[in-house]
């Protein structure tokens, strides 16, 4: 973009790194896909389950849950697995969980539960938001399988979702930070939004100096666009078989 400073990689401050949606990666899920975003990569796959947690049993509605996982070799040194019992996987998944639910209606899914799991295949900054956006294509096929099958009347989504990160290094706005730029960010933002220009959720805080309304503001609006954009990478991917 004309007058905007070029980062290491080529990008704009506010461009996004190259997004690629792959649907169908694997054979029995409802629902899989694996999305690519610069050198992020995560496999997101939805799939039905019977059982419902306890209090929900009874009541009419279903559920939609996530489960978030770095795989060892991820990262340029082996971590260790990570625990869905506690920790940031934990964390993240229920980041994720919240996400869905927020745009899907639970009453219109009778009484069953739609497990994605998020599997980091290889990290370079942005997994939960690449997740997230992956997650929603995910569990839109499977909602669709289901409806195509007879076992729901239509799909019980009832919009989309999609999530970016913003951060400020050295002073400048930046979207969709990779690794090394989110090591270096004084001010680091996950956001959520809805296909309505709506907030579901906003994870951010100083890394080191405080930041501004101001700065909040322009981070903001740089999550703001870059959302858009996947949102409409999602449409395309969908529309595309």
Request: hydrophobic residues 40%; negative net charge.
């Amino acid at each position: 973009m004309v007058g905007v400073a070029m980062r290491t990689d080529g990008r704009a401050d506010n461009a996004l790194r190259s997004v690629r949606i792959e649907r169908g990666y694997t054979k029995h899920a409802a629902g899989s896909v694996l999305i690519s975003m610069g050198d992020t990569r995560v496999l997101c796959t939805a799939m039905f389950e019977d059982r419902l947690p306890a209090w929900l049993r009874g009541g009419g509605r279903g559920w939609v849950t996530a489960e978030y996982a770095m795989l060892p070799g991820a990262t340029e040194t082996r971590s260790p697995r990570d625990s869905s019992s506690g920790g940031r996987a934990r964390e993240i998944s229920r980041l994720i969980g919240r996400s869905l639910r927020a745009v899907t209606n639970l009453r219109a899914m009778g009484e069953c539960q739609v497990t994605v799991d998020c599997d980091v295949l290889q990290a370079d900054g942005g997994t939960r938001t690449a997740a997230i956006t992956g997650a929603w294509v995910a569990l839109a096929d499977a909602f669709s399988l289901s409806v195509k099958s007879g076992h729901l009347p239509e799909s019980p989504l009832t919009g989309a979702c999609a999530a970016v990160s913003a951060g400020l290094v050295d002073g400048r706005p930046l979207l969709d930070l990779c690794y090394a730029e989110d090591a270096r960010a004084s001010a680091d933002f996950n956001f959520v939004m809805d296909d309505r220009n709506r907030l579901i959720e906003v994870q951010g805080a100083a890394e080191g100096e405080p930041f501004d309304r101001a700065a909040l503001n322009r981070l903001l609006d740089l999550g703001e666009s870059g959302i858009r954009e996947l949102l409409a990478l999602q449409r395309e991917a969908l529309s595309n078989g």
